[in-house]
């Protein structure tokens, strides 16, 4: 049965096997009570869960909404130049000028390993090139000590550490097989891989107690390629890692909230939609799981992955956009899923096979769309606000509490148009 395998073997059943998630499963695939639940949750021996397993708490909160039309938005050119965004002493003029035209466009691929140093935080968007001479120097140095910290751990050593002995293992096992169809890293002698192995090693004595965890992998490798340096590929990966780090903690707290999250903003977008994989077990959406934990870096291709990176990197147009792309992509198979004679079994096949077979320039449009729409809405729900970051957190009723972000100047407008529907100041609160 493929729930029992889902349970057992996420990676040898689709998910990508990330460690550190059997937990979040067990508790993930537990459906809430309910008369539509005919059969008990299994554990991974085939036997009914016990009631005090963890589950996913109901969302019932966000219906009622009615939303206005959806605003057409198309994409625009990458960034193509750089200097011109400089001043004569190398500092950035308009950050968030340069941000939005990444988020609209993306990067030019020749302009990608100077630019996704200010993006991942290496270089303050408010530094000099003086400074930035001083930063590349300070920190070499700092990621060599470290460096010079596993490297020096003699074999004897090593067999009294189990936990940098575990590492070092998981670290030489995905290694072997993160993105070798890229000439990078392709070989079996490939500097690449060397490069790799090094900076996910060191990246363990800057962060020993979450060390590594499958999955880490696929985030360096693009950054890797793009910065083709072993100091600024460590760097930029301790900034994507301060965005995403508590995906990879154990608890698997952060994971559980954002597909709570995907859930609230998914039952307001297409409630109908919500239903249907509610009435299949499949409300639970963990087959989004791999998507959030890495950022999609397995549903793209790898060149679609540094543009979707680096535009989501921006921040904008709002908190957790990564969820909208998500709810995109949701939508964009809900004509296959809504009427089918899908279940929980074929929606996780099918969803799985979405990989390499998505548009990533359409759905980055739908996404901002969705935003949009969201964002015009005047009686959009606290919680989905909440999670969109258009105002404080909810109290205990369910209320912002706080003034409402809504009611200042737009950040972001619909492409093509003048109007003010684009986002709020306040609300673009960057993941940094």
Request: proline share 6%; hydrophobic share 35%.
């Amino acid at each position: 049965m493929i729930l029992c395998e889902f349970i057992q073997d996420p990676y040898a059943t689709t998910l990508g096997g990330f460690s550190k998630v059997t937990n979040f499963f067990r508790g993930a695939l537990r459906p809430p009570e309910s008369p539509l639940r005919s059969h008990p949750p299994l554990d991974t021996h085939g036997t009914p869960l016990a009631d005090d397993e963890p589950g996913f708490e109901l969302i019932t909160c966000v219906r009622g909404a009615e939303l206005g039309p959806r605003p057409q938005v198309s994409r625009g050119p990458p960034l193509g130049q750089w200097e011109e965004f400089l001043d004569t002493d190398g500092r950035v003029r308009d950050p968030h000028k340069v941000k939005e035209m990444i988020f609209r466009g993306g990067i030019s691929p020749s302009l990608r390993k100077e630019v996704w140093k200010f993006l991942l935080g290496f270089y303050p968007w408010t530094s000099t090139a003086r400074e930035r001479e001083d930063i590349v120097r300070v920190k070499t140095d700092e990621y060599f000590r470290m460096k010079v910290q596993w490297k020096s751990v003699s074999e004897e050593q090593e067999m009294r550490n189990s936990l940098l002995r575990g590492y070092r293992s998981l670290i030489e096992r995905d290694v072997s097989r993160t993105d070798r169809h890229n000439k990078f890293f392709s070989g079996s002698e490939n500097p690449g891989l060397a490069l790799l192995h090094d900076v996910l090693m060191t990246y363990c004595m800057y962060n020993f107690d979450l060390g590594y965890v499958q999955g880490m992998s696929d985030l360096l490798s693009p950054i890797l390629f793009v910065t083709q340096n072993e100091v600024e590929s460590f760097w930029c990966l301790t900034g994507f890692m301060e965005l995403v780090h508590q995906n990879f903690e154990e608890s698997q707290e952060a994971m559980k909230q954002q597909l709570l999250q995907l859930s609230v903003l998914l039952k307001a977008i297409d409630p109908e939609l919500c239903d249907y994989l509610d009435s299949q077990d499949s409300g639970s959406l963990c087959f989004c799981f791999r998507w959030l934990l890495i950022w999609f870096k397995r549903e793209f291709s790898f060149e679609d992955i540094l543009m979707l990176w680096e535009v989501m990197w921006t921040g904008l147009p709002c908190s957790n956009f990564h969820l909208l792309i998500a709810c995109a992509i949701l939508e964009s198979q809900r004509g296959e899923l809504i009427g089918s004679e899908h279940d929980f079994n074929t929606i996780l096949k099918h969803i799985n096979e979405l990989t390499m077979k998505l548009d990533l320039q359409a759905l980055l449009c739908a996404a901002e769309g969705i935003f949009l729409q969201l964002d015009t809405c005047k009686e959009l729900p606290a919680k989905v606000r909440e999670v969109l970051g258009m105002c404080e957190p909810c109290g205990p009723n369910g209320q912002g509490t706080g003034v409402d972000a809504m009611e200042e100047e737009p950040l972001i407008r619909p492409s093509g148009s003048d109007s003010a529907a684009g986002t709020a100041e306040g609300r673009a609160a960057s993941y940094h």
